[in-house]
């Protein structure tokens, strides 16, 4: 007899990793769309919850219109013996695992950038109500994680509450990624693994430092620290970092040799601090992703909730699509929110010396953590809209990106030139053209797809 006979759909691991597109979904909760949205866990004491508990405050999701979305927040409550405060950011991130296991809903990123999607044909199989949601999570929460003794669940769907408490929870948020801060990676033998998100992207482990969060901004060195040791099989553990093979791009033979383990020989290496090279892989529920604009030769930061295009033309979701999926992508790089804060950030690249465009919220938001003399250097969306315009506010802010500029002819817009080639007649399928000429290629309004491309020199 299954634990979750009582519910109207299926509860397991097989649904981890479905997708509900748009035409599909019966009902969206938060997501892009909306400002106010977010998923909370507060440890509490035994005497504090009323176990099993699952209140709403606002419509419920019979009560919610068809194929729309709405503000949505979500407040989970545990308490157990052995629980500790460091343990909430990962007790919160377990929600995105939990929640796939559901029939027909789909669950995506974290904190204050939450998106849940139910579909149509599993709200017609009865799971109407958040009820249901929440029976689910509190089950697989007391079975998965032992120490949580205690749980109990508010679902808020009422807009002005939503907004309430999104305001408290970004200041639990913020308390809890301060810890770490003044914390160097040189300081610990130790760095973390979370796999959790392998089943969207199997190649993906995200290492957790010091002075590096999990890309999805939920889950610091502590919360790593504290997880492994309560849960060790869980999908958090130690990683022993092993011998420095380079400092400036952050790369270690044993988080190489846990990479190479965990993606089954996909990922070989790994460099913590750069976009190229051996960039750290991502999943897809990354915060923000650092993108290379190379008419710069420098980089753009973007965030998951900048509903824009970027300078180069470019959306978040298009940026993200680049490098999602557990690839490793040079000048691709996501991140989280609190990455943009360390020291470490990006430092083989340049560091914030390199950056010369970013939404103007994340500016603010990190504004203090940013070096002095290059805050007023990048560029925002309110600064400019093109690259053209980039390039000459650059210029006229002294970024010290110009001074890695080196003057290069214009070409004409819309084409490709290669250099002059010498080849032979046998290697040039036209007819016509003279064993041995030389002559260059100008393509206009193409578009070229070709799996490889050799050449080679004639030594005869």
């Keep these: 007899m299954s634990m979750f006979d009582d519910i109207p759909v299926d509860v397991g691991i097989i649904y981890e990793g479905e997708r509900i597109r748009g035409r599909e979904m019966q009902v969206e909760l938060g997501g892009p769309r909306e400002e106010f949205k977010f998923e909370l866990v507060q440890t509490m004491d035994l005497d504090e919850i009323e176990d099993g508990k699952v209140e709403i405050i606002g419509p419920d999701l019979s009560e919610l219109p068809e194929g729309k979305n709405t503000p949505f927040g979500m407040i989970i409550y545990v308490a157990g013996e052995e629980i500790e405060k460091d343990l909430e950011g990962v007790i919160e991130r377990q929600v995105h695992e939990y929640a796939n296991f559901i029939e027909g809903f789909m669950h995506l990123n974290q904190r204050y950038d939450v998106q849940m999607r139910l579909s149509k044909k599993s709200y017609k199989k009865g799971f109407n109500s958040f009820k249901f949601f929440g029976e689910v999570l509190m089950r697989l929460y007391k079975s998965e994680m032992s120490f949580v003794e205690k749980i109990q669940i508010t679902f808020i769907t009422d807009p002005a509450k939503v907004e309430e408490w999104y305001g408290k929870a970004i200041e639990i948020y913020e308390a809890r990624d301060a810890k770490a801060r003044g914390m160097s990676d040189d300081d610990v033998e130790v760095f973390y693994g979370c796999s959790l998100c392998q089943s969207f992207a199997p190649t993906h482990l995200c290492v957790i430092t010091p002075q590096r969060y999990a890309n999805c901004g939920a889950i610091s060195w502590f919360d790593g620290k504290a997880t492994a040791k309560v849960d060790p099989k869980g999908p958090v553990f130690e990683i022993l970092k092993g011998e420095k093979l380079d400092d400036l791009t952050g790369e270690y033979e044993g988080v190489n040799q846990i990479i190479r383990e965990k993606s089954l020989g996909e990922i070989e290496r790994v460099q913590l601090y750069t976009a190229f090279g051996y960039p750290h892989t991502s999943c897809g529920c990354f915060e923000g992703c650092a993108f290379f604009i190379p008419e710069m030769d420098g980089y753009g930061v973007v965030h998951r909730n900048f509903k824009g295009e970027t300078v180069n033309g470019l959306s978040f ?3 993200s699509d680049l490098t999602a999926g557990g690839r490793q992508v040079d000048g691709f790089h996501g991140l989280s929110i609190e ?34 003399e290059i805050v007023d250097k990048i560029a925002t969306e309110e600064d400019v809209s093109d690259l053209d315009g980039l390039k000459a506010y650059l210029q006229e802010h002294d970024h010290p990106i110009v001074s890695r500029w080196t003057a290069a002819p214009k070409e004409e817009p819309g084409e490709i ?4 080639l010498e080849l032979p007649a046998s290697a040039i399928p036209i007819q016509g053209i003279p064993a041995g000429m030389g002559f260059r290629i100008i393509l206009k309004n193409v578009k070229i797809r070709a799996e490889k491309m050799i050449i080679k020199a004639d030594k005869r």
């Design 339 to 372: 990455y943009m804060r360390s020291p470490r950030f990006m430092q083989a690249d340049g560091g914030w010396d390199r950056v010369v465009w970013m939404p103007v919220d994340i500016k603010e938001r990190i504004r203090n953590y940013l070096p002095p």
């Design 317 to 319: 979701v298009t940026i």
């Design 417 to 420: 030139t290669l250099p002059t």
